[in-house]
């Protein structure tokens, strides 16, 4: 069974940073793109940021570009997102997900996998 777990959400202030894991089993990732989503109160899931295979490519949605870095470690088969100068606007769940294919994908039908979720708040 696959599972996808994240952790590092929590409840910071405007400016700070956070740093998002997700862990992965019952299937290796490693070959495949994986992404982050974030789902605010009211609003529909969003793409935040995806990495293809072998971390060759990486895409941002525009309002992070800059301030959010993805990455992987295929060899713990794990990402992450580093998320700096966080603003209260980026107060969400944040999902992570897995793949099937090597390169990233913008849209939700483009992952098969997906974590329950992390919750960031960030405050004023």
């Known amino acids: 069974q696959v599972q996808l777990v994240e952790s590092g959400g929590g409840l910071v202030q405007a400016g700070d940073s956070l740093r998002l894991s997700c862990a992965a089993s019952?299937?290796?990732?490693?070959?495949?793109?994986m992404g982050w989503f974030r789902q605010a109160p009211g609003k529909e899931r969003e793409f935040v940021a995806g990495?293809?295979?072998?971390?060759?490519?990486?895409a941002y949605e525009d309002s992070v570009k800059g301030r959010f870095t993805i990455s992987r470690d295929n060899a713990k088969n794990t990402i992450y997102l580093h998320m700096n100068s966080l603003k209260p606007d980026d107060t969400a769940v944040y999902y992570c997900?897995?793949?099937?294919?090597?390169?990233?994908?913008?849209?939700?039908?483009?992952?098969?996998?997906w974590g329950q979720g992390t919750q960031v708040t960030v405050s004023s």
């Open positions: 990495i293809s295979g072998g971390g060759i490519t990486t």
């Open positions: 019952g299937r290796t990732f490693g070959r495949y793109a």
């Open positions: 997900a897995g793949s099937s294919i090597m390169l990233v994908s913008r849209t939700r039908g483009g992952y098969a996998y």
